[in-house]
T-cell receptor, first 110, second 113 residues
C-alpha cells in the first residue's frame, strides 16, 4: 500500500512564528487532505489538495503530485493552532477512503 | 449542516461485553467510513460503505468486529466480545459519492477494562 511520511514528528513554536509541515507519499494519489486534530480529539478538515496550491487565512498548502509531496504552511501561529496535523492520501478521486500519516504534533507557546 | 454524529462519545466496558458504536453520516453523503485511532497504529481504515453496501472491510481486525449500514442515515460498528486491546478512539466519516473529501465525526473513545 501507499506509505505516508510526515515531518517533523514534533514541533514547538513561539506564538507568531511561521512553520512548514511536510508530507511525502510513496505512490501516485488522486486524493490528498490535510486535517487538524485539536486537543479535544476532533479531526477538522483544512484542505483538500491533490495538486496545486490553496490558501485559507493564515494557512496555505501546496502539493507536488508528480514529486509526491505536500506542504502545509502556518503563518503567524497562534496557541489555538496547537494539536496534531495529519496528511491523508487516497488513490481514487471518487472516494474518501484515506491512508493517514503519523502526524506532526505542534505546540504553540504564548 | 449537523456534520457526522457519533454516539456515545465515551464508552467504558468490561472485557467480554458487547459494544455498539453508532454513526449518522452527513445528509446526502453516500459513502461512510469507520476508522480507528491508536497510539501504536495511528489512524487506520476499518471498513467503508458505498450506498449502504460494504465495499472494503479488509481493515476489520478480526471476526469480533462487525459493521452494518441498514439505511443511508445510520451505521453501527459492533465488537463482540470486547478485549482490552480494542481500546481506541473510533471515528466515523462520510463523503459524497464521487466526492473525495471525507468529513469526520467527533469520535467515540472506547475503553475496555
Amino acid at each position: 500500500g501507499i506509505q505516508v511520511e510526515q515531518s517533523p514528528p514534533d514541533l514547538i513554536l513561539q506564538e507568531g512564528a511561521n512553520s512548514t509541515l511536510r508530507c511525502n507519499f510513496s505512490d501516485s494519489v488522486n486524493n490528498l487532505q490535510w486535517f487538524h486534530q485539536n486537543p479535544w480529539g476532533q479531526l477538522i478538515n483544512l484542505f483538500y489538495i491533490p495538486s496545486g496550491t490553496k490558501q485559507n487565512g493564515r494557512l496555505s498548502a501546496t502539493t507536488g503530485a508528480t514529486e509526491r509531496y505536500s506542504l502545509l504552511y502556518i503563518s503567524s501561529s497562534q496557541t489555538t493552532d496547537s494539536g496534531v496535523y495529519f496528511c491523508a492520501v487516497g488513490r481514487s478521486s471518487n472516494t474518501g477512503k484515506l491512508i493517514f500519516g503519523q502526524g506532526t504534533t505542534l505546540q504553540v507557546k504564548p | 449542516d449537523a456534520g457526522v454524529i457519533q454516539s456515545p462519545r465515551h464508552e467504558v466496558t468490561e472485557m467480554g461485553q458487547e459494544v455498539t458504536l453508532r454513526c449518522k453520516p452527513i445528509s446526502g453523503h453516500n459513502s461512510l467510513f469507520w476508522y480507528r485511532q491508536t497510539m501504536m497504529r495511528g489512524l487506520e481504515l476499518l471498513i467503508y460503505f458505498n450506498n449502504n453496501v460494504p465495499i472494503d472491510d479488509s481493515g476489520m481486525p478480526e471476526d469480533r468486529f462487525s459493521a452494518k449500514m441498514p439505511n443511508a442515515s445510520f451505521s453501527t460498528l459492533k465488537i463482540q466480545p470486547s478485549e482490552p486491546r480494542d481500546s481506541a478512539v473510533y471515528f466515523c466519516a462520510s463523503s459524497k459519492t464521487g466526492g473525495p473529501e471525507a468529513f469526520f465525526g467527533q469520535g467515540t473513545r472506547l475503553t475496555v477494562v
